[in-house]
């Protein structure tokens, strides 16, 4: 079956390749990563069950970090870190063990002492040890890179459209996990216990994996437009202020922008659009989306994501009390399109979830009256 699975992750990387070739261009380093991943994970299948199965462990530590860097690409331009481009090639460290005799290193998988050299052995030993450290390293590494980039890719997300931008990369999560189990299945092969716990599903595993890589790629595409690429560099950098050295917008001209965007706001009920975007805003406002983000990034200190949920649940409250409808309803009435993302952010305006704050007051033409 290794085989067979080897062919099918080739087919993948050949795919995705070809795809990536007729993408986006600000696709094709995430594309290139992930048809390498793809053929990483091919070449590491190959080898199963042969005379070369204990060459994987050059193949291995690459896949994590492939991965990483992948999701990084996706996220907007990404270098590829210097400790994880080491690490990746950790699996050199092998080498003193791989080019032991096949009777030797029979041997010591055996748990016995091979006859040779001191020196070589040491050197062996000490290098598969040290591999598995940079190995469980860069795996870690690679998954706090993968958990970075999805915050990341959020982040740019909420300064350009008004949805929730977290599901947005949840098949890479779905892959990160897969790829945490697959080191794990070798870490309790390593252990010999792996038999025991993966034998049957092994190959459904392997599947899964194949043809989810092979999904992901292929349906790849960019989240945002290019008139984007300038609002996300500004707000681009963890944990710090949005940059707008370049920008011509004053305070005085910043503060009339936000007078006309609440004015566009208000008369379209512009909120009530649940895929409404920074371009579809800044049209109605009559400005350039780039100074749109930048009024309210520096005007209102949130994002345009922040803001229009700002409006979508001013609106929900006044329906929570003047109407008995549901909350799903109301919900989808002010722009939302899910529940739960309704209640993060009722809450989050509020302190209160919408059920709280309906029951907090009166409701339906008792509170129209003590509005009125």
Not at 77 to 96: F, K, Q
Request: glycine share 10%; aromatic share 8%.
């Amino acid at each position: 079956m290794a085989g067979i699975f080897a062919g099918m992750a080739a087919m993948a990387a050949l795919a995705i390749w070809l795809r990536g070739r007729g993408a986006d261009a600000r696709l094709t380093p995430a594309v290139g990563c992930l048809a390498l991943f793809a053929l990483g994970l091919a070449v590491f299948l190959g080898l199963d069950g042969g005379p070369w199965e204990d060459w994987q462990v050059l193949v291995l530590p690459l896949l994590p970090i492939l991965l990483a860097q992948h999701v990084r690409s996706l996220a907007g331009p990404a270098r590829w870190p210097r400790i994880e481009a080491a690490l990746a090639a950790s699996g050199g460290l092998c080498l003193p063990f791989l080019l032991l005799p096949a009777a030797a290193r029979a041997a010591i998988e055996a748990g016995q002492v091979p006859t040779l050299a001191p020196g070589w052995l040491l050197a062996a030993l000490a290098g598969v040890g040290l591999y598995w450290l940079a190995l469980c390293l860069g795996t870690a590494l690679a998954g706090i890179g993968i958990l970075r980039a999805l915050r990341r890719h959020a982040k740019a997300l909420a300064q350009i459209i008004a949805a929730p931008p977290t599901p947005r990369l949840s098949g890479v999560a779905l892959l990160g996990a897969c790829l945490v189990a697959l080191f794990a299945i070798q870490l309790l092969d390593l252990l010999s216990l792996g038999r025991v716990l993966i034998g049957p599903l092994s190959d459904l595993f392997l599947f899964a994996l194949i043809l989810g890589t092979a999904l992901h790629g292929l349906t790849l595409k960019m989240h945002w437009p290019d008139w984007a690429d300038a609002v996300i560099a500004a707000t681009e950098v963890p944990a710090a202020p949005p940059s707008y050295a370049r920008s011509g917008l004053d305070p005085e001209a910043m503060a009339q922008l936000l007078t006309r965007i609440d004015a566009a706001m208000r008369r379209d009920s512009l909120w009530r659009a649940p895929g409404l975007s920074l371009a579809d805003l800044a049209e109605a406002a009559r400005a350039k989306p780039f100074y749109v983000s930048q009024a309210l990034n520096q005007g209102r200190a949130e994002s345009f994501y922040d803001y229009v949920n700002g409006w979508r649940v001013s609106e929900a409250q006044a329906l929570l009390r003047a109407t008995d409808h549901t909350v799903l309803d109301i919900a989808h009435a002010t722009g939302f399109n899910a529940k739960s993302t309704f209640n993060a952010a009722f809450l989050k305006r509020t302190g209160m979830t919408p059920s709280a704050w309906r029951a907090s007051g009166p409701i339906g033409p008792v509170a129209k009256g003590a509005q009125g």
